[in-house]
């Protein structure tokens, strides 16, 4: 089924633990995302990538960080996670930088 | 700062019309998105403007004034399953996605 994987769906952390966030898409789109998104804020940008690659940071990068090694896979690393880290976290492509994005089902990260 | 502004809440009947409107402050301007997202779910795109003016796909429609920074999207018959909340999105002159917080939207029968 074509689309935006992202693994896992849900997941309970404790605080100082290394995790990666997983998203493959096999939609062939060059750029692909990370957003957070917290109850009455909009969705944050973390990191991007317009191409496999290259990357660069969004709204709020610190704490996480991101690779690019070709163009299906791009996972989000969180080095220590902390309690404010916890949110919904939705990778997503789009087939250029200014094309509309498309969405994963979402990961539901709880640092406690 | 770039900011977008949505209503934070909106009810609406069965059947009638609502009208989502989105203002935004932002550097730069290519474009912009409304997106609808259910509870628990993600969002999902709905239309893209970049000239001014009307929009439609269907029920929905989508405005935009350049001048005014402003749009709204424009829901008809509404159904119930438009119970969502909607996304309005800014793509700026770094080609970034600026996000509204989200209009929630209840529908009442």
């Known amino acids: 089924i074509a689309g935006i994987t992202q693994a896992p769906t849900s997941q309970i952390l404790a605080a100082g633990r290394r995790m990666t966030l997983r998203c493959t898409q096999d939609m062939r789109h060059n750029a692909m995302y990370w957003y957070r998104q917290d109850l009455g804020l909009g969705l944050r940008l973390i990191h991007y990538?317009?191409?496999?690659?290259?990357?660069g940071k969004g709204e709020v990068p610190d704490g996480y960080s991101v690779s690019r090694a070709n163009t299906d896979d791009f996972p989000l690393t969180l080095a220590s996670a902390v309690p404010s880290q916890t949110s919904v976290y939705f990778c997503?492509?789009?087939?250029?930088?200014?094309?509309?994005?498309?969405f994963g089902q979402g990961t539901r990260l709880t640092v406690v | 700062g770039q900011n977008i502004d949505q209503p934070t809440e909106m009810t609406a009947t069965e059947g009638a019309i609502v009208q989502i409107n989105c203002t935004y402050q932002t550097s730069g301007f290519n474009g912009l998105f409304w997106y609808q997202q259910h509870a628990g779910e993600a969002p999902t795109f709905l239309s893209y403007n970049v000239l001014d003016g009307l929009e439609e796909k269907g029920r929905f429609s989508s405005f935009l004034s350049r001048s005014k920074g402003y749009s709204y999207l424009l829901l008809k018959e509404l159904q119930m399953k438009d119970s969502a909340s909607y996304l309005c999105a800014v793509r700026d002159s770094n080609y970034q996605l600026i996000w509204g917080a989200g209009t929630k939207l209840i529908i009442k029968p």
């Open positions: 990538s317009n191409t496999a690659g290259t990357t």
């Open positions: 997503a492509t789009s087939r250029e930088a200014n094309t509309e994005a498309f």
